[in-house]
């Protein structure tokens, strides 16, 4: 996509819009740096989706001037950071509006930049960045919406006002009043604050009451992403009575929405919503006993099919299946299509990476061998390190198997030392076991781009979370719509999505990392590499991985659950039987809390 054909200066209709869609991220381009990681590809996979089906729906977030970091490693793995300035005025169009908020008790002024999302119909969704960066503003203002996820819990919440009191502010300076508000987690909490002002017409906010806290709840929805306590922002009552004011905060108070003697956006959140949702079965089950007075559903995630299938998948798809695209259901038509066909689509995006990663690194991979992929934010949850637990079982099972080859990538937030340990881990570990037969790599600024190749390419995408805390993941997602198979611990979507050697394999719940391990292992060599090993089993579990997964965990059949389900309800409906069950799974797993960041 490129930003000069996103754009035209032609504002769409916006009075038609009646979903608007609020997310802190979203990773609207592969050229733009407005996201970090899982939940801003999630908001632009749901916005090209939107874009594809012609939902009527606007979406809010920041600008963020100087993106989200890129990630440069050193000879032993040492992480550094760098800014990636951008700069909206010469690539997208204003809105054309200046909006003032109070905030800090002083006056702030907030313009916007549009992106257009434009679908394969032609239909437009269009994108509101927000951008404090306006003359006439306090200095340390201006920089307000720099940064995504930087700076500290005061300049945080001066950003989630910015988004959720700045982005109502501007829907209606375009003349833009949409029926059902969508908090993309909790970080857009402050538009039902925005809301309840509507509300009041007037009367001071502490005069709130049920009836008006109700009427608000009734147009909004809410998606929260994680389980891990750290994800749920929170901010000191001092902080909070000065960005936000007194009137504000003391409204928030009553609410009954402060949690620990905290402000907390996710109680803001669930307490101004008329619909609750976690994004798997399971992570709906998780959130609803960690919020148990609240009622909470599950949408399970999606990726956007166009965006994530490789050119050679495509290709294949508009010749076979042209209907694809506008309904990725029509997916399911893989299975008219010869395995062989989607196994030599599948070498085409292992060659491209391997291609990609010698032009890159100089290191030459071999397009024959086994070859695992392992990329995702560097969280200790996400235990990078599983694969390698034994290291000398990893050795004997690559020499037994003819050759193994291990991909890894990821970044860690810049203040996370622990996690940039575990990038020094694994590159020391490839240092002592690359041979003949073992070459591990750990590739440099894991982002959307990297994260396509390696979908694309690899043989078998891996995930060895600690349970419960992967709320759904969507890297194993873009990798079967690419005919690849998933080796995991059966957590988030894979509980759902994990056919045992057909879609791929569970590493079986263990009450130990050594236990887990093992099974890892025992997976790889005893059922992973036999069957790679056998050309034609494998091309059916690709197809399989299209025809059973790919058709599903895509952002069209997604939306299409959130229209029905969340943002236009035939009748209320009731908590959905949550199917978490699995064969291969025997555990009920208790949230404790994860260590904070060093
Ligand atoms: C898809 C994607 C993610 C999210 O993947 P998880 O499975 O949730 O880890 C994160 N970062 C990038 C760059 C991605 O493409």
Not at 46 to 53: N, V, W, Y
Not at 317 to 337: H, K, M
Not at 378 to 394: E, G, I, N
Not at 466 to 487: D, F, H, I, W
Request: one cysteine or more; charged letters at 20%; glycine letters at 8%.
């Amino acid at each position: 996509m490129s930003l000069s054909a996103a754009s035209s200066s032609v504002t769409p209709d916006l009075t038609h819009r009646s979903i608007a869609y609020f997310s802190m991220e979203i990773a609207l381009s592969p050229d733009l740096p407005t996201y970090s990681g899982g939940l801003g590809m999630l908001a632009g996979d749901t916005l090209r989706s939107a874009a594809d089906t012609a939902a009527p729906m606007v979406a809010v977030s920041l600008v963020h001037r100087r993106g989200y970091f890129r990630q440069h490693l050193d000879d032993v793995g040492q992480q550094t950071e760098s800014d990636v300035p951008w700069s909206p005025e010469t690539a997208l169009p204003s809105a054309n509006q200046i909006i003032a908020l109070t905030l800090q008790g002083r006056q702030l002024l907030v313009r916007a930049w549009r992106f257009d999302v434009i679908g394969v119909t032609g239909h437009v969704i269009p994108v509101f960045l927000l951008d404090t960066d306006v003359e006439g503003n306090d200095p340390w203002d201006r920089h307000l919406t720099d940064h995504l996820y930087g700076g500290d819990t005061y300049y945080r919440l001066c950003q989630e006002a910015v988004l959720g009191l700045g982005g109502i502010a501007l829907l209606r300076a375009l003349g833009s009043r949409p029926e059902v508000y969508h908090m993309n987690e909790g970080h857009a909490a402050l538009l039902a604050i925005a809301l309840l002002e509507e509300q009041l017409a007037g009367r001071p906010l502490r005069d709130a009451n049920e009836a008006d806290i109700q009427a608000v709840s009734r147009q909004c929805v809410f998606t929260t992403h994680t389980p891990v306590p750290a994800g749920h922002d929170q901010f000191g009552l001092d902080h909070m009575y000065q960005v936000l004011g007194n009137d504000r905060a003391a409204a928030i108070d009553r609410a009954g929405c402060l949690h620990n003697g905290l402000m907390n956006m996710t109680y803001i959140a669930l307490r101004f919503s008329r619909f609750v949702n976690g994004v798997a079965m399971q992570h709906g089950k998780v959130s609803q006993q960690m919020f148990p007075n609240y009622k909470v559903h599950a949408i399970t995630n999606g990726v956007h099919a166009a965006t994530w299938l490789s050119p050679s998948f495509q290709e294949l798809f508009d010749a076979e299946i042209p209907t694809w695209r506008t309904d990725n259901q029509y997916l399911r038509s893989v299975y008219g299509i010869d395995p062989a066909r989607i196994a030599a689509c599948h070498l085409k995006g292992k060659q491209h990476l391997f291609a990609t990663v010698a032009k890159r690194t100089g290191h030459f991979f071999n397009p024959n061998a086994l070859t695992l992929g392992f990329a995702r934010r560097v969280a200790t949850y996400k235990r990078a390190s599983l694969l390698l637990h034994d290291p000398a079982r990893l050795v004997a099972i690559a020499e037994k198997i003819g050759g193994l080859q291990i991909l890894f990538a990821g970044k860690a937030h810049p203040a996370d030392n622990a996690g940039k340990g575990l990038i020094r881990d694994v590159y020391a570990s490839a240092v002592r076991l690359n041979s003949s037969a073992l070459k591990i790599h750990y590739l440099e600024n894991y982002d959307w781009e990297l994260g396509a190749l390696l979908t694309q390419g690899v043989d078998v995408w891996v995930n060895t979370p600690r349970r419960p805390y992967e709320a759904s993941g969507t890297s194993g997602m873009k990798a079967a719509l690419n005919g690849v198979p998933s080796l995991s611990i059966l957590d988030g979507w894979w509980i759902e999505g994990c056919a045992e050697n057909t879609t791929g394999w569970a590493i079986e719940d263990g009450e130990t990392e050594d236990a887990e391990a093992n099974s890892l292992y025992e997976k790889l060599e005893e059922h992973i590499a036999p069957m790679y090993a056998n050309p034609i089993a494998w091309s059916e579990m690709q197809r399989h991985c299209v025809g059973m997964n790919g058709t599903f965990f895509n952002t069209h059949r997604m939306l299409a659950q959130y229209l029905g389900n969340a943002y236009y309800p035939p009748r209320s409906i009731d908590l959905p039987v949550v199917a978490d069950h699995h064969p291969h799974r025997r555990s009920t797993d208790a949230i404790v809390p994860e260590p904070a960041l060093a």
